[in-house]
């Protein structure tokens, strides 16, 4: 069993940034996908971002494009989340999640999930 263990949530001003980890134990990051999501209050949660693991750039919500980058150290087996230019919009748990088959990643289904960290953008 997989287990997702994200980091580097916290409390920032607007047009800050922060820097999610995520790092799965009990299993490598090799052949799967690994994505972001997140989830407001009173919402549903929402795709962010995601990378498969021969990839050189990830794939992105459009109300992220150009102020979120996820990236992967496969050596440290470790994704991710540069967030810039933060705004109050963007609060939320943010969930890592994993998944194995490529197609299900095409599909934004993924499988394993972390338990969140909470981003909180203050304005």
């Known amino acids: 069993q997989v287990q997702l263990v994200e980091s580097g949530g916290g409390l920032v001003q607007t047009g800050g940034s922060l820097r999610l980890s995520c790092a799965p134990s009990g299993r490598p990051f090799r052949n799967s996908g690994m994505g972001w999501f997140r989830q407001a209050p009173g919402k549903e949660r929402e795709y962010v971002a995601s990378?498969?693991?021969?990839?050189?750039?990830?794939s992105y919500a459009d109300s992220v494009k150009g102020r979120f980058t996820i990236s992967k150290d496969n050596a440290k087996n470790t994704v991710f989340l540069q967030m810039n230019s933060l705004k109050p919009e963007d609060t939320a748990v943010y969930y890592c999640?994993?998944?194995?088959?490529?197609?299900?990643?095409?599909?934004?289904?993924?499988?394993?999930w972390g338990q969140g960290t909470q981003v909180t953008v203050s304005s």
């Open positions: 999640a994993l998944v194995a088959d490529y197609g299900d990643y095409v599909r934004r289904v993924f499988r394993s």
């Open positions: 990378i498969w693991w021969t990839s050189v750039s990830g």
